[in-house]
């Protein structure tokens, strides 16, 4: 059902049915090599470690979830990898080319809406492209082609005060496609929607990505929400923030066309993901004091 590669803490069992690594015959489209992020606390000497010896391969358009508790590192490293973090030691490449900052073939989508209130939503979805010197051909087309993408068709004139939560989200994503990037860096983007809108927004991903073929490194809390998005589901530990392991998904898509989560493959992954999330929470409990 599953495959599982990555790095394994000492003394525990993988799981694995197939040696690590094994899955990549040449080089990843991004590499994380041993990547460590120490945050500074106010004085040269006190740091904190967000990411600890992180080592990731991500293949052209892969689908790929990071899962972890609060404060893990999940988002250092989808920052880091948007060049918006420089790494403490170690390194992240893009096509074998070291990332030194942001570049034109990466798009960030946050959980914060982030749109321009003042703007329509044509205008926002704008934004993305304005962002990007030299690429003005064809932007029209290009606008309406990422709006009727996200299903936002007759809304071009709207405001986002008059949006949905979930329709809000929508602009951003359109305003991510439209800049035309390789790679989709999603941290957590229906955090701050609904239930039901979640698991709408959710099946809408999922039908764009596979329209565009795009490459997705997609941050959650979230099991479900992750095992249901990755082809791949990388499971992290509490801070410093390493990779416990990482779960091949090989669930049939589309997903959202079936329900998924009653297969019994679903059943045991998740169960899976839950005990090795579960082994720090355990570890977090025993080291609490008691009141605390």
């Known amino acids: 059902m599953t495959g599982v590669e990555g790095n394994v803490e000492e003394g525990e069992s993988s799981g694995a049915d197939r040696k690590v690594g094994d899955r990549r015959s040449r080089a990843a489209m991004i590499e994380v090599e041993d990547l460590t992020v120490a945050y500074p606390l106010g004085t040269d000497d006190d740091y904190v470690v967000a990411l600890h010896e992180v080592n990731l391969g991500i293949d052209e358009g892969e689908f790929v979830t990071i899962l972890g ?33 942001p570049g034109p073939d990466r798009s960030v989508v946050f959980q914060e809406y982030a749109l321009l209130p003042w703007r329509t939503v044509w205008n926002n979805v704008r934004f993305g492209l304005e962002m990007q010197k030299g690429r ?28 949905s939560g979930g329709m809000k989200q929508r602009v951003g994503l359109a305003r991510a496609l439209v800049a035309e990037p390789r790679i989709l860096l999603m941290d957590e983007p229906f955090g701050a929607v609904d239930a039901l809108t979640r698991e709408v927004m959710r099946d809408e991903l999922e039908r764009i990505i596979l329209a565009t073929g795009k490459t997705v490194v997609f941050v959650t809390h979230s099991v479900d929400e992750a095992i249901l998005l990755g082809d791949r589901v990388v499971v992290m530990t509490t801070r410093p923030g390493r990779i416990r392991q ?14 998924a989560r009653g297969t019994k493959e679903f059943i045991e992954i998740r169960e899976h993901i839950w005990e090795l999330l579960s082994v720090d929470a355990k570890k977090h409990a025993r080291a609490t004091p008691e009141g605390d």
């Open 69 to 101: 508790p609060s404060g893990c590192g999940k988002t250092t490293l989808l920052n880091t990898i948007a060049g918006l973090v420089a790494p403490t030691m170690g390194e992240v490449r893009l096509d074998g080319k070291l990332v030194g900052g």
């Open 136 to 163: 003005k051909e064809g932007a029209d087309q290009r606008i309406q082609e990422a709006i009727d993408l996200v299903d936002l068709t007759g809304f071009e004139k709207v405001y986002p005060r008059q949006l």
């Open 246 to 259: 990482i779960e091949s998904i090989s669930l049939d898509r589309p997903r959202y066309g079936y329900d």
